[in-house]
């Protein structure tokens, strides 16, 4: 089973616009309610794949019958840790006459100490018997960096994380399977622009030490190799001509490279996987609607290029 986990679940407003402008009265051709946030679209993405899979979140307000009927009709198996504050609502706006998407993002609601308490129970005893975790999005208002800690320390399988700053940094001394920030996100991490490749490797260089230091000592764990190269790959997506809404491409990748995972493959086929799997989110309007059957034949497609 792969679990997918994360605690900033969202109640997605899809408004497409045949031309959109800025400080007018805009009038929307198509208006579309769905299920989203990073943990929704990972559950959703692996569910689409093949699974199995459970989706566990945090959900509350008015918004959580129908977002239970939405997994309900996919067949999604779900586990809600049920919540006082209301799961959030966020908006695309998709501007068809310029291409443009933009994103209204609500901030994930703060959850009592009772409630993350439900949550880290849950969660231990789904990753107990879970194959690959998928392990992503912020945290909640107020919710300290070390949560994030706390679960990956009660995960005995490989996980996928999907998450930046300060979270992230303080994890990777638990050897995660594999940590997904974009080029932005790393860059917050890392706390400095990656304006060209040598920034880029050199920020994955900090990432790959940090995660092999002692928390205890301060060194890094293998004396022999302190300071070892990092062996960088850029692959290259197949082209997409025919561009819908790329919200939600980062969390398809984080999902096929959990199902990958699951299914036996190494992890440069797993990335290439991921790649063809935000290729196929980008032509489609609801995020993460997956198609397992053209997904090889779109990952030969990707190209790989070795960085150094």
Same mark, same amino acid.
């Given at each position: 089973?792969?679990? !997918? ?11 497409? +616009? /045949? ?10 051709? /198509?208006?579309?309610?769905? !299920?989203?946030?990073?943990? +929704? ?24 019958? *129908? ?16 919540? &006082? ?10 501007? &068809? ?15 009592? #100490? ?13 990753? #107990? ?23 990956? *320390? =009660? ?8 998450? =930046? ?17 974009? &080029? ?77 995972? =699951? ?8 990335? =290439?996987?991921?790649? #063809? ?6 032509? *489609? ?24």
């Amino acid at each position: 089973m792969i679990l !997918s986990a994360g605690l900033t679940p969202a109640w997605q407003q899809i408004l497409v +616009f /045949d031309s959109f402008h800025d400080g007018e009265v805009n009038r929307a051709r /198509d208006v579309v309610w769905c !299920s989203s946030g990073k943990v +929704f679209n990972a559950g959703i993405g692996v569910h689409h794949l093949g699974g199995p899979s459970l989706t566990l979140a945090p959900v509350g307000g008015p918004n959580v019958p *129908q977002i239970a009927a939405e997994f309900g009709s996919l067949g999604i198996p779900y586990r809600w840790i049920e919540t &006082r504050a209301a799961t959030r609502i966020c908006t695309t706006l998709l501007d &068809r006459a310029t291409g443009t998407i933009t994103e209204l993002v609500e901030n994930g609601r703060p959850l009592t #100490a009772d409630e993350l308490d439900a949550y880290l129970a849950a969660y231990a005893e789904q990753a #107990a018997t879970a194959d690959v975790v998928v392990l992503i999005g912020s945290l909640p208002q107020g919710t300290p960096e070390t949560f994030y800690r706390q679960l990956l *320390q =009660r995960t005995p399988c490989p996980a996928v994380l999907d998450f =930046r700053g300060a979270g992230l940094l303080s994890v990777l001394d638990l050897k995660p399977y594999v940590v997904k920030p974009n &080029r932005d996100e790393l860059a917050q991490t890392a706390g400095r622009p990656l304006d060209d490749d040598l920034s880029l490797v050199a920020a994955m260089q900090t990432i790959d030490r940090v995660g092999r230091r002692d928390p205890h000592g301060g060194r890094a764990l293998r004396d022999d190799h302190p300071l070892r190269a990092v062996v960088v790959q850029r692959l290259h997506p197949p082209a997409i001509l025919d561009a819908v809404n790329p919200i939600a491409s980062g969390d398809a990748m984080s999902a096929a490279i959990a199902w990958a995972t =699951r299914a036996g493959h190494g992890l440069l086929d797993a990335v =290439r996987l991921s790649l #063809a799997a935000a290729a196929q989110n980008v032509r *489609q309007l609801l995020p993460c609607r997956l198609n397992p059957h053209t997904l090889e034949a779109q990952a030969a497609q990707v190209r790989v290029e070795r960085l150094g």
